[in-house]
């Protein structure tokens, strides 16, 4: 799976691509809006105003709204366990 972080005017977006499936990000989102990760600080999340997942298995793309950094969601991603 490929990871692509940019940052956008709203917040940050990521793109996935290769062996994913979106139901995979959709539960990653899920299990991050009710607290059931420790991929990132509470701080981190406080910033995030909101979460949406597009695209289809293997062209997935995460939309965050708020004032987040790229650095702050690559640490994210590097510990997430849904992903990786």
Same mark, same amino acid.
């Not at 990000?25 to 990653?28: A, E, F, G, N, Y």
């Given at each position: 799976?490929?990871?692509?972080?940019?940052?956008?005017?709203?917040?940050?977006?990521?793109?996935?691509?290769?062996e994913v499936k979106k139901q995979n990000?959709?539960?990653?989102v899920e299990n991050c809006a009710t607290g059931q990760c420790e991929c990132m600080s509470d701080? /981190?999340?406080?910033? *995030? !105003?909101?979460?949406?997942?597009?695209?289809k298995d293997g062209e997935?793309?995460?939309q965050l709204s708020g004032?987040? /950094?790229?650095?702050? *969601? !690559?640490?994210a991603l590097a510990k997430s366990k849904v992903i990786n």
């Open positions: 799976m490929k990871k692509q972080v940019d940052a956008t005017s709203f917040g940050v977006n990521i793109s996935f691509s290769g990000i959709v539960k990653m701080t /981190t999340k406080k910033k *995030i !105003e909101n979460m949406q997942v597009v695209g997935v793309e995460l004032d987040i /950094t790229t650095q702050e *969601i !690559e640490d």
